[in-house]
Nanobody, 127 residues
């Protein structure tokens, strides 16, 4: 699976952005999808994840209620809608794919669970 993230940019605090992650390949619906971010000088951290069928979602406490992850398996795309952005949301955002060969197993929330990564898209929130 190849992943291409887009939609990043510069936004004022309180504003919104919508990130997209387009996936190649025919097995997109077998992967849980996640978003992670990495700020300068910090480790990569989990942001949000969605199961292969969209039936399960998870969010980091820091974005709960502000960010929404969604997916469309027909379009091989996952989105991250980010509202009420804060300066601390500034980071490079990465999408990633977690193989869910067993649909009973939930999508992962740690980076080690993910098999494929996109190249990242920069989000800068100005205060």
């Amino acid at each position: 699976v190849q992943l291409q993230a887009s939609g990043g940019g510069l936004v004022l605090a309180g504003g919104s952005l919508r990130l997209s992650c387009a996936a190649s390949g025919r097995t997109f619906n077998m992967y849980g999808m996640g978003w992670f971010r990495q700020a300068p000088g910090k480790e990569r951290e989990f942001v949000a994840a969605i199961s292969w069928d969209g039936g399960s979602t998870h969010y980091a406490d820091s974005v709960q209620g502000r960010f929404t992850i969604s997916r469309d398996n027909a379009e091989n795309t996952v989105w991250l809608q980010m509202n009420s952005l804060k300066a601390e949301d500034t980071a490079i955002y990465f999408c990633a794919a977690d193989w869910q060969g067993d649909p009973i197993v939930d999508v992962g929330t740690t980076s080690s669970a993910y098999d494929f990564w996109g190249q990242g898209t920069q989000v800068t929130v100005s205060s």
